[in-house]
């Protein structure tokens, strides 16, 4: 008789599976950034390396074009107001949100849930519509796109750190009001250093949600110096002349990474000594991404 | 406790400012799609709700009705995104099986890889496509070296060589590509949190691995199955850049296309706003089953 | 060491959540130095009167008064009592000194003050030369110190402990029972403790108050509670308990008890009259030979004998039906009977007690330390 199967072994269908799912994911993304480095003008095939479309090309370089870096200037902008804005705005409406009770909390919990669900492209109607009737005074534009990207990351805010206030718990406050701290000092000496990890994946997400986003920015844009990074992709994805749009890309990505990192090591740092939860997970906003369950 | 109003107040700001951006916006959407135009065609908007006209919606529905102008773009946009979150459905559920329950040492490798795409930015991602997939591209010469083009062709799938030259397939594949991440995740969360023994015990009592997850693995695993379909099905109805950098053809042209077009570039914004409501309405069907569910659970994680 | 005396007081304090009636106009009053423990199954409102004097809840009637002065309106950042809860809630992101010093700063003491009272804190409660450490760092027993120091330090006239040993293994809890007992008579103050544990109650209180369903069901000391227990609910919740039904009828001082055939005396437990439910505590149950004639012996046959190491629990059904539990300790002999054995039980007066209330017995009754046999349980 031959010798069964052992069932015990590892599924190695499903890992096969599994493998080819995910070289299939990052392969083309590799690809695009290897065709950055190219040393030829070609987007389709290999040309040796070189620099020269991040900024040794004197005219059509990342660095030397100014549609190119330009766009990289919009969208840092976006990134970094967004995050300055939205990261505390959702922090306050996530404590308050936890301990409203009663009238006016469903009403006040749909509308933090919402945004997540909602197509970024009714989002972008509706605020394009909002700015070119009754917001006339402040118009398309940078600021427009700003507010554009904080709505639609608020909530992911909200969820990370009514997320970490859960874990956290009532009693951390009521220990610290029984020994005498008034409600600030609460806030202040006990929720906020606790609420560190939880700011930190804030901003990082917002960072990246707006890095990302496209629809939003497209719609509220106001001309050529709003136009954001992802905007120069897609106006140029099929047409583009050289490799240029792939660094600038690279450039993106090497960016939205290295602030990866520095959440992460942030992260680390401030809750050393302290148990609880994978630090990637957590950092990577992962559990909220999945609670939430944005697509943004 | 702090009293009651201290909470209320730290929550004022972020509601006002969801409450204007995120309401008054869509109602904004409401009043040019109700409203009016002027003579060059700019929307005038109706916020008095007895002001209403009824005008554009009711063109906008009869365009998206069956027999209308843009009832094949519906259908086409229904038939798209369902064949891909079939295919989304086929290739998640066992990566997402694997990672959370079988991968073992690797699984950490493994969820950082799954992971990946969510930081890489959605247009960068079809961006390296539109660079293999174009004529001279690498998976362009593999793909029909190995003769796909012409079995696509064949199968009626496909017309030509040309993968970005309007082809369906490209962008039902391009679709489940950007999606796929965001299905997983979801997935992979409700799979991990499923209970080994649950799996043993099913075992014990005599069912075969097939029964078991058939039985067990599969009804446990199913809400975040639907939580996984809800959250990539809403964003593909709004999707307008995967058709146009994957196939910019009007015969690919989905519901998305359209209210760009309408929104973005013509006289017809009101016509575009009537149809977002539209949209909206359908899509909310979605989100209601979907924030049930989440709230479900938040309550049980109180 | 404390500022104020540390007497408190309630009057008819309600609390509700929705449709429950947390706690359910409780009168009580806990003079100063007192060890008082709330007792009862989870549910029974303890932790909320608890957290209602500690300030976390808002009552919806009733007054709480601290050394006479009602604070039921007072925020609990202003009230002289201070808590140890059941998960600690230390602070993580604190050191062990850190945590302590947490609440002094609200004191507005000198620099030099404020550290020589942490320290003392900690010998106090045997923390010396972890001041550096965090909380994770810690064993279970090692945080339970630091919570109680954090709140010690501050010199609360009344101390309030949630089921502070809840998450310790068996034998630590029995250390640390002795130690917080050490630290109450020491420091004089006021300790009101939670806890669903008896074995704790009666270790260390000086009173105990039985709770259930948000009203105290009965408000003793220890033995008392034991010996004498008001209720049936009583009389599970704390060790194992017969409930015999039984027809009472006044005698003089005492109570005669009609069962079946039989009629039994109880010494000088209430004035029942009519249906009753008598009760005896297993190991005051007595084994005799069969034959053995006397007052307050009823024939019976042994059912089941289990033997539990220290002692053997011996299941004995009476001629009138009824199923009783006697504990006969093991005194290294063989056992003295078996299976099918004919006895006589004994039940002195003395131990016979009569209940009067209505004596379903909850099914929490099961958190005693032996599974209560029901009188009623079927043959």
């Known amino acids: 008789m031959k010798l069964r199967r052992d069932p015990w072994g590892h599924p190695r269908g499903l890992a096969l599976v599994t493998w080819i799912y995910i070289i299939w994911s990052l392969a083309p993304v590799i690809m695009a950034i290897r065709f950055a480095f190219n040393e030829g003008r070609s987007r389709t095939t290999t040309q040796g390396w070189s620099l020269r479309w991040f900024w040794q090309d004197p005219t059509l370089s990342v660095f030397h074009d100014p549609s190119l870096h330009s766009a990289l200037e919009q969208s840092l902008t976006l990134a970094f107001f967004a995050m300055l804005i939205a990261t505390p705005l959702g922090i306050g409406l996530a404590l308050g949100l936890q301990r409203w009770r009663g009238r006016g909390s469903g009403i006040a919990n749909g509308l933090t849930l919402l945004p997540l669900v909602t197509p970024e492209l009714v989002f972008a109607v509706g605020l394009f519509m909002l700015f070119t009737t009754a917001f006339k005074f402040i118009g398309l534009g940078t600021t427009a796109q700003v507010i554009g990207h904080v709505t639609f990351s608020v909530s992911f805010v909200v969820v990370i750190v009514r997320g970490r206030l859960q874990t956290i718990g009532s009693d951390m406050e009521e220990a610290a009001a029984d020994l005498g701290a008034p409600p600030w000092e609460v806030v202040r000496r006990v929720l906020i250093p606790l609420l560190i990890p939880a700011i930190g994946a804030s901003l990082l997400i917002v960072f990246a949600l707006s890095i990302d986003d496209f629809v939003v920015s497209q719609y509220l844009a106001s001309g050529a110096d709003t136009t954001t990074v992802p905007m120069r992709i897609y106006a140029q994805a099929r047409a583009a002349p050289t490799p240029a749009l792939n660094a600038l890309a690279t450039i993106m990505l090497a960016v939205t990474l290295l602030a990866l990192l520095l959440a992460y090591l942030v992260f680390r740092f401030s809750t050393r000594g302290q148990k609880g939860g994978s630090a990637i997970g957590q950092l990577a906003g992962l559990d909220a991404r999945i609670d939430a369950g944005g697509t943004k | 406790m702090a009293p009651r109003w201290v909470w209320r107040l730290l929550s004022a700001p972020g509601l006002l400012f969801l409450a204007v951006f995120f309401l008054v916006a869509f109602y904004a959407v409401v009043a040019v799609g109700l409203g009016n135009v002027t003579t060059q065609f700019q929307p005038v908007p109706h916020w008095n709700p007895l002001d209403w006209n009824v005008g554009y919606l009711r063109e906008a529905l009869s365009n998206l009705a069956p027999g209308g102008q843009m009832w094949p773009v519906v259908v086409r946009t229904v038939l798209y995104i369902a064949v891909a979150m079939a295919l989304t459905l086929l290739i998640g559920y066992p990566v997402a099986y694997y990672a959370a329950r079988c991968a073992g040492r690797w699984s950490g490798l493994i969820l950082a890889l799954l992971v990946l795409p969510f930081w890489i930015s959605y247009i960068m991602r079809l961006l390296a496509w539109t660079n293999l997939l174009a004529s001279d591209g690498y998976a362009s010469e593999a793909l029909n070296a190995l003769g796909v083009d012409r079995l696509f062709n064949t199968l009626g799938l496909m017309e030509g060589d040309d993968w970005l030259g309007g082809q369906p397939v490209t962008v039902i594949i391009a679709l489940v590509y950007g999606y796929v991440p965001f299905f997983i995740l979801p997935l992979y969360a409700s799979l991990n949190r499923l209970d080994q023994r649950l799996i043993e015990t099913s075992r014990d009592l005599g069912a075969s691995a097939a029964e078991t997850f058939r039985r067990v693995i599969l009804p446990l695993s199913r809400p975040g199955i639907y939580a996984g379909m809800v959250l990539i099905a809403l964003p593909m109805f709004g999707d307008y850049f995967t058709q146009d950098l994957m196939s910019g053809s009007p015969n690919t042209n989905m519901v998305g296309n359209i209210i760009n077009g309408y929104v973005q570039g013509g006289p017809d914004k009101s016509l575009g706003a009537a149809m977002t409501m539209l949209l909206s309405a359908f899509l909310l069907i979605f989100m209601a089953f979907y924030l049930r569910s989440l709230r479900r659970e938040q309550r049980e994680a109180e | ?379």
Request: negative net charge; aromatic residues 6%.
């Open chain 3, 1 to 379: 060491m404390s500022e104020g005396k540390g007497d408190i007081r309630l009057e008819g304090l309600t609390k509700r959540f929705g449709d429950v009636t947390a706690v359910d106009g409780i009168d009580l009053h806990v003079p100063s130095g007192e060890f008082f423990t709330m007792l009862g199954p989870s549910g029974c409102g303890k932790t909320t009167t608890l957290r209602l004097i500690a300030g976390f809840e808002r009552p919806d009637a009733g007054a709480i008064l601290l050394d006479g002065a009602d604070m039921s309106r007072i925020p609990p950042h202003k009230r002289n009592v201070n808590t140890v809860f059941q998960s600690y809630a230390l602070f993580p992101h604190k050191s062990v000194e850190d945590n302590i010093a947490f609440g002094l700063r609200y004191k507005k003491l000198p620099r030099e003050d404020a550290r020589r009272r942490v320290q003392e804190a900690m010998d106090l409660v045997r923390l010396g030369g972890l001041g550096a450490r965090k909380p994770a760092q810690l064993s279970g027993g090692q945080q339970q110190r630091v919570a109680l120091a954090r709140a010690l330090v501050l010199e609360p006239p009344v101390l309030l402990l949630d089921e502070p040993l809840g998450a310790l293994d068996a034998r630590l809890r029995v250390d640390l029972q002795v130690e917080l007992k050490r630290i109450q008579e020491q420091l004089e103050i006021t300790f009101i403790y939670v806890t669903h544990d008896q074995d704790e109650a009666l270790t260390m209180s000086d009173r105990v108050a039985v709770m259930r369903d948000g009203r105290i069901e009965q408000c003793a000391a220890p033995r008392e509670l034991y010996e004498e227990p008001a209720t049936a609910f009583v009389a599970n919740f704390l060790g194992a308990a017969n409930l015999i039904p039984v027809q009472a009828h006044a005698d003089g001082d005492d109570t005669a008890l009609t069962l079946g055939s039989f009629t039994l005396r109880s010494a000088g437990s209430g004035h029942a009259d009519g249906a009753a439910m008598a009760m005896i505590r297993p190991e005051y149950v007595r084994l005799e030979p069969h034959g053995t004639t006397g007052e307050n012996r009823v024939p019976g046959m042994v059912e089941e004998v289990v033997y539990l190491g220290f002692h053997q629990d011996v299941r004995v059904r009476l001629a009138t039906g009824t199923l009783l539990r006697a504990d006969v300790p093991n005194d290294g002999d063989a056992v003295e009977y078996e299976q099918g054995d004919a006895v006589a039980v004994h039940l002195r007066a003395k131990n016979l007690r009569v209940l009067t209330e209505d004596a379903s017995v909850p099914s929490s009754a099961a958190t005693g330390h032996f599974a209560a046999v029901s009188a009623a349980e079927p043959a």
